[in-house]
């Protein structure tokens, strides 16, 4: 089966930008969906399709994708928005959810 | 309003067998693509297995032959079977309703989710 490769940690200064990226041959096909998981909590989707926020996710989150990585972006980032973040995306043989990224705000 | 409420998880031995349950609300279970996916101690999401709306199912292979996926229209529930359960096995355990087009696949709707132990 395919894999998605996530760097392990980043960390970014309240209020500026980071942006996180998602590596695998699955991502030619098809689109990469980001997942925000806080600890206690459900994942939270936060980004979807070529660059689709569901209601309620703050306009700081955006996504894009080039050949075979997809890149989710948080600009101006906040406190709240320290947490791991998962990719992931449809592969041959069912789905797959990228290594993760934790995200320390600073 | 859409929501997603796991049960069933708790202490088995291994070897042993657990059934979760996922009750929804606001949708139709049957009408949709429905997932469990997992999350052992310390470690990352993993899909572990979908059931499309025409009753198909995939499995993750660390979970095939081992775990079943199913669903009750009539009481509107997902299901996962879990037999000879494993150390590895231990894990928060969420359900997930998923969109999807010809490109994009995404879970919109999670659970809270169950704790399922495997230990003697």
């Known amino acids: 089966s395919s894999e998605l490769t996530q760097d392990p940690a980043v960390s970014v200064a309240l209020g500026q930008t980071v942006r996180i990226t998602c590596q695998g041959d699955s991502l030619r096909s098809y689109y990469a969906s980001w997942y925000q998981l806080k600890t206690g909590q459900a994942p939270l989707l936060v980004i979807y399709g070529q660059n689709n926020r569901p209601s309620g996710i703050p306009d700081r989150f955006s996504g894009s994708r080039s050949g075979n990585t997809a890149s989710l972006a948080i600009t101006g980032a906040q406190a709240e928005d320290e947490a791991d973040y998962y990719c992931n995306s449809r592969d041959s043989s069912g789905r797959i959810f990228g290594t993760g990224t934790k995200v320390t705000v600073l | 309003e859409v929501q997603l409420v796991e049960s069933g998880g708790g202490l088995v031995q291994p070897g042993g067998s657990l059934r979760l349950s996922c009750a929804a609300s606001g949708f139709t279970v049957s009408s949709n693509y429905m997932s469990w996916v997992r999350q052992a101690p310390g470690k990352g999401l993993e899909w572990v297995s979908v059931?499309?709306?025409?009753?198909?199912?995939y499995y993750a292979d660390s979970v095939k032959g081992r775990f079943t996926i199913s669903r009750d229209s009539s009481k509107n529930t997902l299901y996962l079977q879990m037999n000879s359960l494993r150390a590895e096995d231990t894990a928060m355990y969420y359900c997930?309703?998923?969109?999807?087009?010809?490109?994009?696949?995404?879970?919109?709707?999670w659970g809270q989710g169950t704790l399922v132990t495997v230990s003697s």
């Open positions: 059931i499309y709306s025409g009753g198909s199912t």
């Open positions: 997930a309703r998923e969109q999807w087009t010809s490109s994009d696949y995404y879970f919109d709707y």
